[in-house]
């Protein structure tokens, strides 16, 4: 006799549950969405709105930790700014919890070296090593998972270029008083092969063609670096900091300039 209701009962809550799933699938599709349409804060409420409903959710997690991160970016790095600072913790933590979630997935350790590397930006000098052998990590795993994961070149060729950019005390200083040796692995070729490999993955970013000019320029390959700086110029705007990219581009031109 009571058999009948308990199956109701729990049929009802299966499709809650359906339901509910559909919701926070919804809200991520719809976040997605609207970085395509370049509206960052309108495509963190639907992340946000995602993980209110279910905080362990892969995807909105790593995709949030992401959003929040090129949010942070415009704000100067020059001073200090609450607001970016907050930005990047917060991508941290959702990154770690998407991780947390789902390992063997490359987008997960893809948003976690990501926000590491922003959030070092807050952080003292025994703490940015400790980062940066963690954000190279998380680049690897990633690469490991997925070797066409152009996002995790970008990373890697960024990592090895601000490692050579270092004064030679402080890369001296990190190996044997912080236990950083893995920098002894960094260097401009690969700095270069990584960033050659994103622009080759995804040819359309402006920014793996920003940051390539960029390196190339420290490395004295003037040419070379004016061809990427052009294709930045020939490029849509198609993502959400893409404008800023441009200007960051106007400004390494007028750096080629002076040389």
């Known amino acids: 006799m009571k058999t009948a209701p308990r199956s109701a009962a729990l049929a009802l809550l299966a ?11 919804g809200h991520v599709r719809q976040g997605v969405a609207a970085i395509e349409a370049r509206d960052l804060p309108q495509a963190l409420r639907h992340f946000d709105a995602a993980l209110a409903q279910d905080s362990m959710h892969y995807e909105a997690n790593w995709r949030a930790a992401l959003t929040l991160g ?3 970016d415009p704000f100067p790095m020059s001073k200090k700014n609450a607001k970016r600072d907050s930005l990047y913790a ?22 976690l070296a990501a ?12 703490e940015k090593v400790r980062r940066a052998i963690i954000i190279r990590d998380e680049a690897l795993r990633t690469l490991t998972i997925n070797p066409r994961h152009d996002g995790a070149h970008h990373i890697l060729g960024r990592w ?6 270092l004064p030679r005390v402080s890369r001296f200083f990190a190996k044997h008083f912080l236990g950083a040796r893995v920098f002894d692995q ?7 092969a990584h960033m050659e490999r994103a622009v080759a993955l995804a040819p359309g970013r402006i920014f793996h063609h920003l940051v390539l000019a960029d390196i190339y320029l420290d490395t004295d390959r003037d040419r070379d670096a004016e061809v990427q700086l052009r294709v930045v110029d020939s490029l849509p705007v198609r993502e959400a900091l893409d404008t800023n990219y441009r200007q960051q581009a ?4 007028r750096r080629l300039a002076r040389r």
């Open 15 to 25: 499709l809650v549950g359906k339901l509910e799933a559909q919701q926070v699938d």
């Open 70 to 72: 090129l949010l942070g």
């Open 90 to 111: 917060r991508a941290e933590r959702h990154a770690r919890r998407a991780v947390a979630v789902n390992p063997g997935d490359a987008e997960g350790h893809f948003a």
């Open 115 to 126: 926000s590491l590397g922003r959030a070092a930006l807050m952080v003292g000098p025994e």
């Open 160 to 165: 090895n270029a601000e490692i050579m950019r």
């Open 186 to 192: 960094a260097s401009w070729p690969k700095a270069i």
């Open 250 to 253: 106007a400004d390494l031109r």
